[in-house]
T-cell receptor, first 117, second 112 residues
Framework: NAGVTQTPKFRVLKTGQSMTLLCAQD?????MYWYRQDPGMGLRLIHY???????AKGEVPDGYNVSRLKKQNFLLGLESAAPSQTSVYFC????????????????FGSGTRLTVV | DAKTTQPNSMESNEEEPVHLPCNHS???????IHWYRQLPSQGPEYVIH???SNVNNRMASLAIAEDRKSSTLILHRATLRDAAVYYC?????????????FGTGTRLQVFP
């Protein structure tokens, strides 16, 4: 059981280049999330999805786009990378709520370290 | 979103119990209390969560105040591997607006 897999693990981009980060989960989770973490800070939510074909904005969505065409995959795109997007990016997934509202823990990937020069 | 307040840092000696506090005075009736930890250079890891009753699992215990305005994560015997940043987070239902918002957490140092 691989859990949440992020690719690539490291990437260096030049300003203005584009790239896509891939997150894949094999736990049949409904919900998926993209976070970024800057040095010495907590995680900030970029975008999230509560089901296949649906996405929503988080705290810091500007400069990013996402797609959830398949339940198991959540893609994060940078159309024109900027140095301010240098960060570690984490993907997470979670089961949906039960009928009684019971919540479940998130499972996180190991992160993608992105540097924009 | 309801907010949580945690101390910036705490220290412990190895094999001693650790009590990590969290205040959430604006918690609503549908908010679950979640705890995660992040080891150096790793993604966050789920620790435990609860609603009203105290909870135990293989990693830790969660003690929730009767008025639910505060909670405490208890590590019964700290090890060096427990040195991490611990996040206390409220997760709300309904899920069509579900999102886990992280604060700055408590950095736990464990000394041999």
């Amino acid at each position: 059981n691989a859990g949440v897999t992020q690719t690539p693990k490291f990437r260096v981009l030049k300003t203005g280049q584009s790239m896509t980060l891939l997150c894949a989960q094999d736990m049949n989770h409904e919900y998926m999330y993209w976070y970024r973490q800057d040095p010495g800070m907590g995680l900030r939510l970029i975008h999230y999805s509560v089901g296949e074909g649906t996405t929503a904005k988080g705290e810091v969505p500007d400069g990013y786009n996402v797609s959830r065409l398949k339940k198991q995959n959540f893609l994060l795109g940078l159309e024109s990378a900027a140095p301010s997007q240098t960060s570690v990016y984490f993907c997470a997934s979670s089961r949906s709520a039960s009928g009684t509202g019971q919540t479940y823990g998130y499972t996180f990937g190991s992160g993608t370290r992105l540097t924009v020069v | 979103d309801a907010k949580t307040t945690q101390p910036n840092s705490m220290e412990s000696n190895e094999e001693e119990p650790v009590h990590l506090p969290c205040n959430h005075s604006t918690i609503s009736g549908t908010d679950y209390i979640h705890w995660y930890r992040q080891l150096p250079s790793q993604g966050p890891e789920y620790v435990i969560h609860g609603l009203t009753s105290n909870v135990n699992n293989r990693m830790a215990s969660l003690a929730i105040a009767e008025d639910r305005k505060s909670s405490t994560l208890i590590l019964h015997r700290a090890t060096l591997r427990d040195a991490a940043v611990y996040y206390c987070i409220l997760r709300s239902h309904p899920y069509n607006t579900d999102k886990l918002i992280f604060g700055t957490g408590t950095r736990l140092q464990v000394f041999p």
